[in-house]
């Protein structure tokens, strides 16, 4: 069979076109842009990619077209599709239907940590040996590509996003997935694109809960109102609480200020049917909420009977995924992180958990507000504070964000700067960087490959 994907450099498609060509499919796909890592891993797969959407692109017709949700009516390929009379599906539907069916289902949702939560749990099953299928918003670098389909009577691990699921179909992607086990790790307004406010999403979120069966399980964040809000809107299933709460049966306590070193403490029921046992975390990452990102991964993975101690123990060989707090290149001491941070609470989180990790020289945070919502300017009034960790901010004004970023300057905690041209931002920060400093850039798309701009220009200058 012939699988064409419209929209196969994002995330997710990218991934379902792995699992596609593992299952003995022909693929080829198209997107707007074309770029690493997702577009490394699908070459490296013998996967066909187009930059840009034609009707040509459909030529030789497909046998199933899979449309990503990040293309609309007007779009000269979805135009050809249906005038074509093609056969098409949305990705989300694609997926239950041709992998998910017969599997146990764990599904990681919340506005933020979903990739690394999901890299994480997918590296916990590996190490005891279930050899878990995945799908995952990135690159795990423990595994190398985003998507397997693992052995089939092994957990499968999927990304559930609540962004929507295609043009002709407006429900969250997460309600095709019909897991067992589903993490909701937190939740704030996002998505101001298809969400008019956050009690929409909340309703999305609902739905999700409305799919898990009774003999499953809902891993829920403590001390977060708006999922406390989905649950009084109903609940079918056994609801266990993750967080730093006492009451909770899964807590953590930090031992290093960077959460570099946790303690995990789970106690679950009462007398000899009760639970009582913990395990500290001694790992690579920083950052409080990569430990509470774990601690959800290590109670998805214990319901799956992986063993505390093991789970904890494995995550000191955890690398974190591709485009979360990575490191790019080091020159003359200066280092450049990317991050996929691009909503206010992410980019402080980050900044932050870096800020805590060490005093290793300055902390210069740059920034390209390019997302769905960061267009729309819905959430701009909390963009100035979210650098306040770092030393300095460079923000950078993307082509087709419609307003100005000039008046966050004013609003700044920190020393801000604004740039239009991208050669402009790179000649900046490469005249204030100076050794030991950490640059970290963060966005949600290529930022016109300003990684690679950024330390070709370092070594000139100071290598």
Known sequence: MHLHILGICGTFMGSLALLARELGATVSGSDA???????????????????????????????????????????????????LGLPYVSGPQWLAEHVLPGRRV??????????????????????????????????????????????????????????????????????????????????????????????AIERQFHHLVRTVPGRGRLLVADGEPALDRVLEQGCWTPVVRFGSDAASPWRLELEREDASRFQVIHQEGQGEEGVD?????????????????????????????????????????FESPRRRQELRGEVAGIQVIDDFAHHPTA???????????????????VIEPRS????????????????????????????????????????????????????????????????????VVMSNGGFGGIHEKLLAALEVAHG
């Open 33 to 83: 842009n074309v770029y690493p890592p997702m577009s490394t891993q699908l070459e490296e797969a013998g996967i066909q990619l187009t930059e840009g959407h034609a009707a040509a692109n459909l030529e030789p017709h497909p046998d199933l077209v899979v449309v990503g949700n990040a293309l609309s009516r007007g779009n000269p390929e979805v135009e050809a599709m249906l005038d």
């Open 106 to 199: 764990i599904a990681v949702a919340g506005t933020h940590g979903k990739t690394t939560t999901a890299s994480l749990l997918a590296w916990l099953l590996e190490s005891a040996g279930l050899a878990p299928g995945f799908l995952i918003g990135g690159v795990p670098r423990n595994f190398g590509v985003s998507a397997r389909l693992g052995a089939h009577d092994a957990p499968f691990v999927v990304e559930a996003d609540e962004y929507d699921t295609a043009f002709f179909d407006k429900r969250s992607k997460f309600v095709h997935y019909r897991p067992e086990i589903a993490i909701l790790g937190n939740l704030e307004f996002d998505h101001a694109d298809i969400f008019p406010d956050l009690a």
């Open 277 to 317: 046992e913990d395990a500290v975390v001694d790992w690579p990452l920083t950052g409080a909420y990569n430990a509470r990102n774990a601690l959800a991964a290590l109670a998805a993975a214990h319901a799956c009977g992986v063993d505390l101690a093991r789970g904890c123990a494995a995550l000191s060989r």
């Open 347 to 365: 980019i402080a989180a980050t900044l932050e958990g870096l800020r805590a990790a060490t005093a290793r020289g300055r902390l210069l945070a």
């Open 372 to 439: 769905n919502t960061m267009r729309l300017g819905t959430l701009r009034d909390r963009l100035a504070g979210s650098v306040a960790a770092a030393d300095a901010a460079f923000w950078y004004q993307p082509p087709g964000l419609d307003w100005s970023l000039a008046p966050l300057l004013a609003g700044s905690p920190v020393p801000a700067r604004l740039h239009e041209d991208l050669d402009a931002l790179v000649e900046a920060l490469v005249a204030e960087a100076r050794p030991l400093d950490r640059i």
